[in-house]
């Protein structure tokens, strides 16, 4: 996938043969995070690779769909 330095921080089981593995590295000198489905222990085409500033912005608005809201708009974003 040609991240460097690369560390799985997390995995989600989908199936026997299927999971969902996130993890941290460098891409083009620039720290991102990428989310990607994996089928039989091998990388798919599905998945997002996003950098720090746009993981911040994502979380908050996972945070706002947990929490029910159903604002869109970046002044919704908390500082962080």
């Known amino acids: 996938m040609g ?6 921080r997390g995995r989600i ?3 026997a043969l299927d999971e969902v ?3 941290k ?3 083009w000198n620039i720290d991102v995070v990428d989310i990607r ?3 039989d222990g091998k990388a798919t085409s ?6 720090m ?3 911040v912005h994502m979380k908050n608005i996972l945070e706002r769909i947990l929490d029910g809201e159903h604002t869109r708009s970046r002044e919704n974003d ?3």
Request: hydrophobic fraction near 30%; charge should be positive.
């Open 46 to 51: 599905k998945g997002i690779r996003v950098n």
């Open 3 to 8: 991240l460097k330095d690369s560390e799985i």
């Open 78 to 80: 908390k500082d962080e």
């Open 53 to 55: 500033q746009e993981l």
């Open 25 to 27: 590295g460098r891409y």
């Open 13 to 15: 089981a989908r199936s």
């Open 21 to 23: 593995i996130i993890e």
């Open 37 to 39: 489905w994996y089928k």
